[in-house]
């Protein structure tokens, strides 16, 4: 069975790094697209970072500069390492994966970031 477990949120404060993985399996994950998203209290869900199949990343421009996401092939995970965070990254982070030609989008539950001021 498809399933997607993000884990590594937690309280941080302001200025501060924390790192976020996504676990996937049921899955041949050298075919998986993985994306982060985020949600901030009473806002829309949005993107934070893409990986490719190939390893090739793209990034909001709110995560730019900032944000660094990998492919874990050992571990079959993607992770996103959050450096310099700001009181406005406080959201609930979640991992999205879809493989190729296939419309089916698979979620996570998410995990909590909170950065204190």
């Known amino acids: 069975q498809v399933q997607l477990v993000e884990s590594g949120g937690g309280l941080v404060q302001a200025g501060g790094s924390l790192t976020l993985s996504c676990t996937v399996s049921g899955m041949i994950f050298s075919a998986v697209s993985i994306d982060w998203y985020r949600q901030p209290p009473g806002k829309q869900r949005e993107i934070v970072a893409q990986i490719s199949r190939g390893g090739g990343a793209s990034y909001a421009a709110s995560a730019k500069g900032r944000f660094t996401i990998s492919r874990d092939s050992a571990k079959k995970a993607v992770n996103l390492q959050m450096n310099s965070l700001k009181h406005d990254d406080t959201a609930v982070y979640y991992c999205?994966?879809?493989?190729?030609?296939?419309?089916?989008?698979?979620w996570g539950k998410g995990t909590l970031v909170t950065v204190s001021s």
């Open positions: 999205h994966a879809t493989i190729p030609f296939d419309p089916t989008e698979f």
